[in-house]
């Protein structure tokens, strides 16, 4: 008797299929798994959404060195401010570090210093302050002084004060007052900040509507907190009339107290303690040092 053939069909039966007539034997039934999608493309969203953010930092980041190339490259990229102070900051930590290379760009930060772009302005401030032995950097420092934004008549008179000059002497005692904002059209103010809001260089403080129905933002010209606002929302202003006040930031203040003790008269001793006697316990500690500092220079000049 023959021997029959091995069981392919996987029911265990060595002969034909139960049910088929024919008596043949059945192919196996195979079955295809599920096809499983590729992760590939969800894999490459997640790297954009981290990727993308850390290149738009990196290449807007201060920080990130620059070849001498595109050092004068930015310089000269007016349309781009940013590139512009990415330049700035990079010169300066040159003149941080000593390094007379730095000396090339000299007359181009002079130039700047003119910028039609206040941001500009105020970077190139606070760079001209690092080199106290150039003459250019304290000439573009006086005429910045009389800059038309306080945030640049500020870092110019605290650069100024690192030449041994005291022309900055005004600025130095207004930053540690409130400063009042005044409005830059007729019209109604339409929404404003609520008191006690923090503010930096920028942030919109309030919105008035024109006579021709036209929106002007008002924007915070220096880093504080509102204190007071001077006119309520849905009330007509005038041009120049006050509109709310700033409370200087403490970091500012701080600035300005260590400038006024090579700065500051004994006049201005009084002043100092009369300004801060309502602020933190660091700038009270930071006003007496000048103080006693401001009065110590006077008894020995």
């Not at 006086?142 to 640049?152: K, M, S």
């Not at 109604?188 to 008191?195: D, E, G």
């Not at 915070?220 to 929302?233: K, T, V």
């Amino acid at each position: 008797m023959p021997i029959p053939p091995p069981d392919i069909s996987g029911n265990g039966s060595a002969g034909p299929v139960p049910g088929d007539a024919s008596g043949s034997v059945a192919a196996p039934s195979v079955f295809a798994p599920p096809r499983r999608r590729s992760p590939l493309p969800l894999i490459i969203v997640a790297a954009l959404f981290i990727i993308m953010p850390f290149l738009a930092w990196y290449f807007t980041w201060f920080g990130r060195s620059l070849s001498d190339d595109t050092i004068q490259k930015y310089l000269a990229d007016q349309t781009n401010p940013r590139h512009v102070q990415h330049a700035l900051t990079q010169i300066e930590a040159r003149i941080e570090a000593g390094d007379q290379s730095a000396k090339r760009w000299y007359p181009q930060i002079v130039a700047l210093s003119g910028s039609g772009t206040m941001e500009i302005r105020q970077t190139v401030a606070w760079v001209m302050g690092q080199d106290n032995r150039s003459d250019e950097f304290h000439a573009g420092l006086a005429r910045l002084l009389n800059d038309p934004e306080p945030i640049v008549r500020r870092n110019a008179a605290l650069g100024i004060t690192r030449f041994g000059d005291n022309s900055g002497r005004t600025e130095l005692l207004a930053a540690l007052r409130p400063y009042p904002v005044v409005s830059p059209v007729d019209g109604v103010l339409v929404s404003a900040l609520p008191i006690g809001s923090n503010l930096s260089v920028g942030t919109m403080l309030a919105r008035i509507e024109t006579d021709s129905k036209q929106i002007t933002e008002v924007r915070a010209p220096l880093p504080g907190a509102i204190n007071g606002l001077l006119i309520a929302e849905g009330a007509r202003i005038k041009t120049g009339d006050p509109l709310a006040s700033i409370a200087p930031d403490e970091r500012g203040v701080l600035e300005s107290l260590l400038a006024l003790r090579y700065a500051g008269t004994n006049d201005d001793v009084r002043t100092i303690q009369t300004l801060t006697e309502n602020m933190s316990g660091k700038v009270k500690e930071q006003a007496a040092l000048t103080a006693k500092a401001i009065q110590s220079r006077s008894s020995h000049p």
